[in-house]
């Protein structure tokens, strides 16, 4: 039979000297406690935090400070804003561009994995169709089939029916490369061509 | 003087042993698990085909068995260890703590039998279903009537700040896991919450955080204050601080909770509080870090050659590491940057490898030695244990920190023509695969520290001599009347019955301020005409959905900031998820958002991509579905499913209940002959993936457009 405190304090608790006047009789299984004052730093930390915090949560949940949904609003406006103005200015098809994208050195190369990469899965590796409708044959469902009404679509997309706005993903100079690559399609006959979808135009 | 009476008593260590034991084998089980999780995000055939590996069902069973199997255990051990000798008493029952033991082991088997196969509640960190919650809620009843009755029969008449640590987090996690876990049950497997929407969010995520404050922090803090001064011989630093951060601590971290749902559909002023209450979190935080690391004034030199002191100054640090990178995520701004990503990742895993693991490491090397009368096996080992740790972790959290913030700019990068710079999804996870093999060799080295562990313990306590005999001590009985004339804080400490109930009320008070609004007030949820029931065949969808644990990696929030706008439409509204029981907001995006996917793609593109999503979109490290082509859709629960939902307020009508079955069967074939011209044959319309994708495609489009 041992007393209590000697199970596993064969070593006294370790005091310094300065500490003796602050050492508490306090004892609970050997561990004694100091009573040293609450670090100032701390203290001064913790109340900025509420300093900090009781007025911010006032301002913003009665005061009118800023919310997130008013700056929401600001930021969606402004981006629309800056939308338009690239939409009329610089988004539009424009022939003397393409022609300069497809005279490039390295449009052949762009032109080929752009389509394999984003167009392939759904209109098939020629064109031929699948998900999405033939580029092969001479039905259009959105335009006539000219470059132009053909770049609409690939740019601006038909998003609510799985197509994608591809401008925006893509870059005005992969849509020209992938643009003339589908227009390549024309007159060729895919391996395993899907039923015409849309009206034909010669 | 003399006549003092002696009164001989022994410890009961058994159970505590037990509990060790327990510690490091589910510890390295839950490590191995989150290892072939770490491998499925940097090569998603790491989940081998077998549905049970996927991710979503895994993901629940390695938090779960961190959490609950490793910290849990760890923590028992830990307190029925201190609590006996710190209040000089052998726990009240021994057959209690036996059924504590097995109880707990066997909801650790229960849990990791049921998220594999896909019985999940769908709710994080409290997935279990009901009949596991209940057997929880008992055994947590059989833990508190043993520990408050070892209380009752102490000898020591105050109470250390250990023992203030272990009743707050008994108390709160009891409160935490009953009042999350109410749910009305379909079945044995299967039952809804009663809340939905925003109101499970906010339930939710006050358990969620608040998990991780009354289990992984405050228990463990307690355990800091026996174990670091008995380690290091040294009183400990302030009694004051103790004092001053255990109150302040337990008060504000229960309001902290909606730190986790800033920018949500949760109203503002609720957001705000999560806020701003996580920034005055900080220094109450820090007291505990600075009151361990202050106690070890003269014994700096010894951490150099004490593998254990090793151990306690990492926790310590990466505790206070965590509690300053808490609060600094939980300001707006930063949290718009950081939620959704794996710089979350990253900051648990501070917390549960840094703190938990860390802390435990040091506690069993300076237990087991104890508790088997043995010398600890091999000092080397443990020193290489505790390097190959503490790299892994470095790994871990640098690689999972660059990873969220790199992805967290791209996701938000929109330029001068207001578009998106990085629109597709998967270009920003293509970025990151790289993090993800390095935090993979994190992972690998932090179970390799583990299994060095267990080999040195095991050794130790093979070295034991047999038959020790349990030792006996003496000491006074407890009288109470020698401390008549106590003042402040100190005759609290004698006060245990109402030290409970101030420590109760602190938690009650942000608890209370938080859900009474939410659950009493009218505009707490604006309810929209616009928004209707799921139809029975979306709803057997949903249950697919949970099941399959989609929400580990997809959200259902869409944020109110202009890149989330452009990537995924008109920000979430509460409205929209009146509905949703349990709420499927999420918490990590490592797929896109899927708040407003119904519509976006044609049926047969679902199809497709669940069946092979790399066929669709190249790069993708979703997995394979390909069971969900196989199984078929019950439809007959459906009736049942219904009524249980309308009795919790979803306004179905009598008929669609009764003709819940025909209902969904008629939308299945629907949808099927929609897929006709893509190839999808008929046979396919009664399988469970026409019912996913009806739910997928009902997302978000009640109110998608602009009002």
Same mark, same amino acid.
């Given at each position: ?36 004052? =609450? ?37 969606? =406006? ?62 259009? =469902? ?61 | ?74 923590? &028992? ?69 043993? &520990? ?75 355990? *800091? ?41 949760? +109203? ?49 640090? &990466?505790?206070?590491?965590?509690? &300053? ?151 006074? #009985? ?81 944020? +109110? ?13 509460? /409205? ?15 797929? +896109?958002?899927? #708040? ?16 092979? +999503? ?7 490290? *979703? ?52 897929? /006709? ?16 994708? #009806? ?13």
């Amino acid at each position: 039979m041992s007393d209590h405190n000697s199970e596993n304090n064969k070593e006294q608790v370790q005091v310094f000297d300065d500490e003796k006047k602050i050492l508490l009789d306090h004892d609970y299984d050997g561990i004694r406690e100091l009573d040293h004052p =609450l670090p100032k730093w701390w203290l001064f930390t913790f109340y900025l935090t509420i300093i900090f915090s009781v007025p911010y949560y006032l301002a913003h949940t009665f005061g009118g400070a800023d919310s997130i949904q008013k700056e929401f609003k600001e930021e969606v =406006l402004a981006a629309q804003n800056s939308q338009k103005e690239y939409d009329d200015e610089k988004g539009k098809f424009n022939l003397e561009e393409y022609q300069k994208v497809i005279a490039g050195p390295k449009f052949e190369k762009i032109a080929k994995k752009t389509y394999k990469r984003k167009c392939k899965a759904c209109h098939g590796k020629d064109g031929g169709g699948g998900v999405g409708p033939n580029l092969a044959d001479n039905f259009w =469902l959105h335009g006539d089939g000219s470059l132009e009404t053909v770049y609409n679509t690939i740019n601006k997309g038909v998003v609510d029916k799985g197509m994608a706005a591809w401008g925006a993903k893509l870059g005005k100079e992969k849509v020209y490369a992938v643009l003339k690559y589908v227009a390549d399609f024309k007159g060729t006959t895919p391996s395993n061509p899907k039923e015409p979808q849309g009206k034909e135009y010669k | 003087m003399n006549d003092k009476k002696l009164e001989t008593f022994s410890y009961d260590d058994s159970v505590v042993k037990k509990f060790a034991i327990a510690t490091v084998l589910w510890g390295a089980v839950g490590m191995l698990v989150g290892v072939i999780l770490a491998a499925q995000l940097a090569d998603w055939r790491f989940n081998f085909g077998l549905e049970w590996l996927t991710f979503g069902r895994l993901r629940p069973l390695h938090t779960n068995a961190i959490i609950f199997a490793f910290v849990g255990n760890s923590i &028992f051990a830990g307190i029925y260890h201190s609590t006996q000798r710190l209040l000089k008493a052998r726990m009240f029952s021994d057959m209690l703590s036996n059924i504590h033991f097995w109880g707990w082991q066997l909801i650790i088997v229960l849990a990791a039998l049921t998220l594999p196969l896909g019985y999940t509640q769908g709710k994080e960190y409290a997935e279990l279903i009901w009949p596991i919650d209940i057997l929880i809620t008992l055994i947590w009843v059989v833990f508190a009537v043993n &520990f408050f009755g070892t209380l009752k029969k102490r000898r020591e008449k105050h109470i250390y700040v250990s023992i203030w640590f272990y009743i707050a987090s008994i108390i709160t996690v009891a409160l935490l896991h009953i009042v999350n876990s109410i749910s009305l049950p379909v079945s044995l497997m299967k039952s809804y919450p009663i809340y939905a929407g925003v109101q499970d969010a906010l339930v939710q995520w006050w358990y969620g955080h608040n998990a991780v404050a009354f289990f992984l922090t405050t228990p463990v803090l307690g355990l *800091m204050y026996y174990y670091v001064p008995k380690a290091i011989n040294r009183p400990v630093y302030s009694y004051r601080l103790s004092i001053v951060h255990f109150w302040s601590l337990i008060f504000i971290y229960i309001w902290a909770g909606p730190h986790h749902l800033l920018y949500t559909a949760l +109203p503002e002023w609720a957001q705000t509080i999560g806020m701003v209450f996580s920034i005055m979190l900080w220094a109450p935080s820090w007291g505990g870090m600075i009151n361990g690391l202050l106690t070890l004034r003269g014994a700096w030199n010894r951490v150099r050659e004490e593998s254990i002191l090793k151990f306690f100054v990492t926790a310590l640090t &990466f505790y206070g590491m965590s509690t &300053f990178e808490g609060p600094l995520l939980s300001i707006k701004s930063v949290s718009s940057l950081g939620h959704y990503t794996d710089w979350i990742v990253g900051h648990v895993h501070a917390g549960g490898i840094g703190w938990n693991y860390m802390f435990a490491a040091g506690m069993l090397y300076y237990m087991v030695p104890k508790l088997w009368k043995t010398k600890v096996y091999s000092e080397q080992i443990a020193k290489a244990q505790y390097w190959t740790a503490t790299l892994g972790l470095l790994l871990y959290y640098v690689s999972m920190v660059v990873a969220g913030i790199t992805q967290g700019l791209m996701w938000r990068a929109v330029d001068a023509k207001g578009q998106l710079v990085y629109p597709s999804f998967i270009e920003t996870v293509d970025k990151i695969v790289p993090m993800y093999w390095i935090r993979l060799i994190g992972g690998l080295l932090v179970l390799t520290s583990m299994l060095m562990m267990i080999y040195n313990l095991y050794k130790s306590i093979k070295n034991a001599p047999k038959n020790v005999e349990e030792e006996e001590f003496q000491a006074e #009985a407890l009288d109470h009347n020698k401390y008549k004339n106590e003042k402040g804080h100190r005759k609290l400490e004698g006060l245990t019955a109402t030290f409970t109930v101030l420590a109760t009320i602190a938690v009650l008070v942000g608890t209370i301020i938080e859900f009474v609004p939410a659950f009493l007030s009218k505009d707490f949820i604006e309810v929209s005409e616009k928004v209707k029931p799921y139809s029975p065949l979306e709803v057997a969808g949903r249950d697919i959905y949970i099941r399959e644990g989609c929400y580990n990696c997809h959200s259902q929030m869409i944020r +109110p900031m202009v890149s989330e706008y452009l990537r995924y439409g008109k920000a979430s509204e509460a /409205a929209e998820s009146v509905y949703d029981h349990p709420f499927q907001w999420g918490s990590k995006r490592t797929g +896109p958002d899927l #708040a407003r996917v119904g519509g976006k793609y044609p049926d047969s593109w679902h199809y497709f991509h669940m069946k092979d +999503p790399r066929k669709v979109i190249q790069g993708s490290i *979703m997995p394979e579905y390909t069971w969900l082509f196989g199984e078929k859709t019950e439809y007959q629960v459906l009736t049942k499913k219904l009524k249980v939902l309308k009795s919790m307020g979803v306004p179905y009508s009598e008929e669609e209940i009764y003709n819940a079955s025909e209902l969904a069967k008629e939308q299945a074939k629907e949808i099927t002959l929609n897929m /006709a011209d893509a190839g999808v044959p008929m046979k396919m319309q009664n399988k469970q993936i026409i019912a996913l994708i #009806a739910y997928l495609q009902r997302l978000g489009v009640d109110m998608k457009e602009e009002k």
